[in-house]
């Protein structure tokens, strides 16, 4: 019968490193899966994690689509001449007040916002839950006839909204848009889907 001699010290330390190394390979295979289960998964984050947003960019006039809770959110940096126009021919609007609970009690105002100039709105209509167009463009460059105050327009039954989301009178959506709640994190940055400091 063969005898086995014990190896030397080179070998022995060569097998202990090698060992060492298959076990750590091994137990990273073994916590990565416990570890992204940790991470936030997309389901989380459509269920409602709060997501920033860089305004410093947003010219006025333009417009910009994010998504929250896997709905479009629409941030809009408006004119002087937008804001303007929601002081005009309120009586057209059908909640000019906003007395429908659909925007935080910080938007409760005329522009339905924080911060005047920035319009933050959930993009669903009101009446089946399309999302309507954007018709920002004032007066006969919109299409929409000559005292068309710029807004949105939703495609699917024809029911318009102000650019503080407001719907008319006479359409079918029942009610405003909805502002979601959100906070400005700096001048340039805002979270939208969170309002812990209410404003």
């Known amino acids: 019968m063969a005898q086995m001699s014990a190896p030397d010290g080179k070998k022995r330390r060569f097998l202990v490193a090698a060992t060492s190394v298959v076990g750590a390979v091994g137990a990273a295979f073994v916590a990565t899966p416990f570890l992204v289960s940790m991470s936030p998964s997309q389901r989380a984050k459509a269920a409602g994690a709060p997501v ?10 333009m417009l910009i689509t994010v998504e929250w809770r896997g709905r479009p ?7 002087k001449e937008m804001l303007e126009s ?24 005329p522009t339905r916002s924080i911060k005047p100039e920035v319009m933050v709105m959930v993009g669903i209509c009101s009446h089946l839950g399309c999302s309507p167009s954007e018709k920002l463009k004032i007066g006969p460059d919109s299409g929409l006839g000559d005292d068309w105050p710029g807004g949105f327009l939703c495609p699917c039954h024809g029911s318009k909204f102000d650019l503080a989301g407001r ?13 979601p709640p959100y ?17």
């Open 52 to 61: 920033e947003v860089d305004i410093s960019k947003l010219e006025p006039g």
């Open 73 to 79: 959110v629409w941030v809009l940096r408006r004119t």
């Open 86 to 109: 929601l002081t005009k021919d309120t009586d057209k609007i059908a909640d000019p007040d906003s007395e429908q609970p659909l925007q935080p009690d910080y938007a409760r105002n």
């Open 167 to 179: 719907v008319f009178k006479g359409m079918p959506a029942p009610v405003n848009l909805t502002v």
């Open 183 to 199: 906070m400005y994190l700096t001048d340039s940055r805002l979270l939208i889907g969170e309002d812990k400091k209410g404003a």
